[in-house]
Nanobody, 123 residues
Framework: QVQLVNSGGGSVQPGGSLRLSCAASGNFFAINDCAWYRQAPGKSRELVAQIKSVWTNYADSVKGRFTISRDNAKNMVHLQMNNLTLEDTAVYYC??????????????????WGQGTQVTVSS
């Protein structure tokens, strides 16, 4: 059973920093594209950052403040968040396309979500 586990959320003051991590576990062959999303209260889930090999993409609202990275050896993806603002308060979810064997042993790609981690920015 493949799963993604988020960690690293918490509460910080405006201007502070947090680092989110996401670890993949289970029986899988490879991890392709990874991303972080967030959902604030009363709002729809939005893409924050994504990484494909060395290519990265960021939402305009976080450019220059957030950095997505991946550690392929540890099957992890991270989101370094600096200069946090009140508007960054949300539940953050990691997302990844993972290649794993199905019941017949054939490798297939499935999109997975982490369980989410709360980030609260308040003064």
């Amino acid at each position: 059973q493949v799963q993604l586990v988020n960690s690293g959320g918490g509460s910080v003051q405006p201007g502070g920093s947090l680092r989110l991590s996401c670890a993949a576990s289970g029986n899988f062959f490879a991890i392709n594209d990874c991303a972080w999303y967030r959902q604030a209260p009363g709002k729809s889930r939005e893409l924050v950052a994504q990484i494909k090999s060395v290519w990265t993409n960021y939402a305009d609202s976080v450019k220059g403040r957030f950095t997505i990275s991946r550690d392929n050896a540890k099957n992890m993806v991270h989101l370094q968040m600096n200069n946090l603002t009140l508007e960054d308060t949300a539940v953050y979810y990691c997302n990844a396309d993972i290649i794993h064997p199905d019941d017949s042993g054939t490798n297939v790609q499935t999109n997975y979500w982490g369980q989410g981690t709360q980030v609260t920015v308040s003064s």
